[in-house]
Structure formats: C-alpha cells, structure tokens
C-alpha cells in the first residue's frame, strides 16, 4: 500500500531530523596520494573545506576553482598554512558557472592536466528572486546548478575516462546536490499541462510561470533527474564513478540572501559546520562503484525523493534529459559525443 502524503513528509522530516541531530559524519582517511582534483566552488564553504581535505589526505594537485579570485587565493594561504602542503599542490583558476563561456574555457584548461581523477562539482547558487541577465538562454539558477553543471561534466568525462585507462583507476564525477530534492515535484509542469509552454525549460525560465521559493529545491531535483540518466546512458561498466551527493544542513553561505530566516532555521535544525558537512563530500568522491548513478546522504547509498522512484518521475527525467542535452548541443555542438 502506498504512502500517502502526510505519511511521506513524516518520513521525511524524521529522517532530515535524525541526520542533523543524530548523526556525524565521520573523518575521511581514504588517501589521494598522487591524484588530481578539481572543486568548483572551492573559495568558500563546503568546497573550501573538501579541498583541505583532499590536500591533507595526499592530493599532488588540488585545483580551487572559483569566480572570486581573492577569495580563492585566501582559500589556497588557509589551506597551505594548515596542511603544511608544498607550494605546487594548490592552484586558483577562473571559473563563472553564470558564463557558458566561462565554462567551457575552464574545462578546456582542464584537458591540459596530466590527468584528472575527480571532478568534484559542488558550486552552485540560491536565489529566492528571478534572475535571468540580459542575453542569457537560461534563469541564473538553472543555468548555475544545471546546465553549466552538466555542461562542464559532459566537457570532462572524456578526460575522467582517459585518467582511468591510463593509469588503472577509478575517478569519480560527484555533484552536490541537496535532500531539498525530495520536496519538490517541479511546479513549473503546470504550464506545459495549461498549454502555456510547450518545455519545461521555457517555463522554468519564463517570470509568470516560475516558482521562486520552489526553485533552489527544482534545480537540486533536476541535477538528480540528469545524474541517474546519465548514468543509464554510459552503463555500469563505465570506467568513472557518478554519483551525487546531499551534504545535509550546513552552514553555508548559500542562504546569504535568505537571512535572517536561514540564521534562524541553522540554528533550529542544528546545522552542520562547514568542515563536518564537507566530510560527506569527500567521501563521495571516494566512494566505490556501488555508488555508480546513486544518491548518497550521511556516507552511505540512500533513496531519492519519492517523486524520481515513481512512473511519473521518470517520465520527467527522460523529458528533463532531452531538453538539458538539446540545450547543450545548442551550447557546444557535438557534444554528445563525449558520452561515448
């Protein structure tokens, strides 16, 4: 007998409170001695903390990739003077998720590399307006967590596949999403039901049709949608591991323009510190290939929200994946190629 809707936020909440009040995730040992990594995002937060993590644990080459420079050159003095690392480990470079462009430059750069064992997206961007800048194809959101997202994924995964075959390893694509995921079922198919657009990317980056406080929680359900497609796509025999993860509460300054209700609510649900939060991070990217194509919350492989497991679900995922991968050839023809 299914669950009915009452029953499913019960479940939900139990286990969100259980997560924040009961469990810690614990210290990552797993060594990266050798290895090369790449964290978007990686100036402030979470991603800041992950990549002391990868440095303290090994790393020979820990990339900070960030659109603040200053604030990624700050991230790299922290960084060294607590790791005692060597000059040569850490390095800042441009990275504009905001900017088609942006992205594709930086992972052009990112081909140079001598190899590139995890791809660690985990920039991303919450905004409780409609932002959408002059020119640009998609909202800010949807062109932040999503498109760009994938767009610099699709960009590297040759890359990721060649530093597995060459060098007998397993690199990882993890991208950070939320748990935000399970509560939301994309209010923005309404329009295309009403006949007003016929794709929901159009509806999702028209004002009149758009939801604003349901957004950050859309793109983080959609980042799930397109991870588990893809993963179909390539197959479990696919030399890198994809998975994605949900960091839990943390503090953060993602809920910057949501203060002081974010303050409020960091302090009502216990939010996690930054440097605890981040441990989830890396062990993802660490994670072995029973996490191929799954969602992981507190370490551990864990259901997706209810909506992804249902017919109804899937039938969104398929159209999700046809329009996001129509949006990206549009961006960088032949793309789909790389999915090779």
Known sequence: MAASEPQKKFHYWRTHLWSQWCFTPPYPTTQWTGKTVVVTGANIG?????????????????????????????????????????????ECWPLDLCSYD?????????????????????????????????????????TTNVVSTFLLAFLLLPKLKETALKYDTQPHLTIVTSELHHQTTIP????????????????????????????????????????????????????????????????????RDFAPIAYIGKIAMRARSTEVGSRTLVHAASAGRESFGE???NCQVALVGNFVRTSEGKEV????????????????????????
Request: charged share 25%; with cysteine; aromatic share 6%.
């Open 317 to 340: 995922q398929e159209m999700v994946w046809r329009e996001v991968l129509g949006r990206l050839e549009e961006i960088e023809p032949g793309i789909s190629k790389n999915l090779r």
């Open 188 to 255: 923005e198919r309404k329009a295309l039901r009403k006949g007003i657009h016929s794709s929901l990317l159009d509806a999702l980056n028209d004002p009149r049709t758009s939801s604003r406080s349901g957004r950050y929680p859309t793109s983080k359900l959609l980042q799930v949608l397109l991870l588990r497609e893809l993963s179909s796509t390539l197959g479990r025999d696919y030399p890198v591991v994809l998975n994605c993860v949900n960091p839990g509460f943390c503090h953060s300054a993602l809920t």
């Open 295 to 297: 969602y992981l919350s």
């Open 102 to 142: 942006s992205t594709k430059a930086f992972a052009a750069r990112c081909t140079t590399l001598p190899r590139l064992d995890c791809l660690l997206e985990n920039a991303g961007v919450s905004k409780y307006r409609f932002y959408k800048t002059d020119g640009a194809l998609d909202e800010l959101q949807i």
């Open 46 to 90: 979470l991603g800041r903390e992950a990549a002391r993590h990868f440095t303290s644990l090994g790393a020979e080459k820990v990339i900070i990739a960030a659109r603040n420079l200053d604030a990624a050159q700050e991230a790299k003095a922290s960084i060294e003077t607590s790791t005692q690392c060597g000059p040569s480990v850490l």
